[in-house]
């Protein structure tokens, strides 16, 4: 696969993690993200895979809006990174979250899975910050 094809296979993937995550589909999660991959969140914490899962199965998550406002994604051989910056809506262990969140994540590819995570990160946004700032 030639790098810009590549390249936009991983758009894609990143796009479906983020309606996976937005209809709590457990099932598409679990394909998209490795079964070691950490998750570092924005307060530092690190969670598992099975952290986020359940999370999403149990309801303690439960998204109501995803809005990318950039989306960049690097692509060498098999292995990819997607930098996403945009807002989130929800409740998170029953209260409401309204954020502007980047998310880092690290993906590797292989011809039989596919794309998966294999590692990411979030952190905050301050209000104001343009995307060519970040």
């Known amino acids: 696969m ?8 991983l758009r894609r993937a990143e796009r479906r993690l983020q309606a996976a995550q937005l209809a709590s589909d ?10 070691a991959a950490p998750f570092t969140g924005p307060d530092g914490s690190v969670l598992s895979k099975q952290d986020d899962l359940h999370a ?5 998550q ?9 989306l960049r994604v690097l692509v060498t051989a098999s292995t ?10 929800g409740t998170f262990g ?16 292989d011809d039989r899975a ?6 990411a990160h979030a952190t905050f946004v301050a209000e104001g910050v343009t995307p060519a700032e970040q």
């Open 26 to 35: 457990v099932d598409a999660l679990d394909g998209l993200i490795d079964d």
């Open 80 to 89: 990819g990174v997607t930098l996403f910056l945009g807002t989130l809506e």
């Open 114 to 119: 596919g794309w998966k995570v294999i590692a």
């Open 2 to 9: 030639m790098t810009a094809d590549r390249a936009e296979s």
């Open 94 to 109: 029953g209260e409401r979250l309204a954020a502007r969140m980047r998310y880092t994540r690290t993906w590797t590819h």
């Open 62 to 70: 439960v998204m109501s809006r995803v809005a990318e406002e950039d």
């Open 56 to 60: 999403h199965a149990s309801g303690y």
